[in-house]
C-alpha cells in the first residue's frame, strides 16, 4: 500500500490504497482512475488524505493486517517471494485485500461529492494550491467516516 512513515509492527501514519486495490474495488467516482494512473500523485494524496485513510482502514481491516504479519514473521518469510508465502498466509492477505475494498466502496458511497470535486480540480490544474481546498473536503468526509462507530464496512 501506498504509506508513510511505517515498519513492520507498526500502523503507518499515513496511508493510500494502492492502484491494484482501486481497479479491484470496481469504484464510480474519477478519482480513484486519475489516483490509480498517478494523475492525481501519491505523495499529494498522502498529504491530502492519508492520514485518515489510515485511520479508516486500520479501524475495519487491520485484524487482517495484523494476522497477514504475524504469519509472515512466524514462518520468516520473504514478502517478495509470493510464490512461497501465499499458500501458507494467503488467507489473511486476501481478507484484508477484501476489507480494503468495501472499505473504498464506503469512500466512494459516503464521500462522492468531494471526491468528484477533487477529479474536477485535478483534471483542470496541477496547482497544488488550488487542490487545497478540495482536498481537506475529502479528508475532513474520511475522518467523519472514521469517527463514525455505526460504520459498517461489507466485503465477501
Do not use: F
Not at 45 to 72: I, N, T
Not at 129 to 143: D, M, T
Request: aromatic share 6%; glycine share 6%.
Amino acid at each position: 500500500m501506498g504509506q508513510s512513515g511505517s515498519s513492520a509492527n507498526k500502523q503507518p501514519a499515513r496511508l493510500v490504497p494502492t492502484s491494484t486495490q482501486i481497479r479491484r474495488a470496481e469504484l464510480q467516482s474519477k478519482w480513484w482512475a486519475l489516483q490509480a494512473s498517478g494523475t492525481a500523485p501519491a505523495p499529494l494524496c498522502l498529504q491530502a488524505y492519508g492520514a485518515e485513510y489510515a485511520v479508516l482502514s486500520e479501524k475495519h481491516c487491520g485484524q487482517h493486517k495484523k494476522e497477514h504479519q504475524r504469519c509472515m514473521q512466524k514462518g520468516k518469510l520473504d514478502p517478495l517471494d509470493m510464490s512461497k508465502w501465499y499458500p501458507i498466509c494467503g488467507e489473511p492477505y486476501e481478507q484484508e485485500n477484501a476489507c480494503v475494498a468495501g472499505v473504498l466502496k464506503e469512500v466512494d458511497k459516503q464521500c462522492s461529492a468531494q471526491l468528484e470535486k477533487a477529479a474536477a480540480m485535478v483534471s483542470s490544474t496541477q496547482d497544488e494550491a488550488a487542490l487545497q481546498g478540495p482536498l481537506q473536503a475529502l479528508a475532513r468526509c474520511v475522518s467523519k467516516m472514521a469517527a463514525d462507530k455505526a460504520l459498517k464496512v461489507e466485503y465477501d
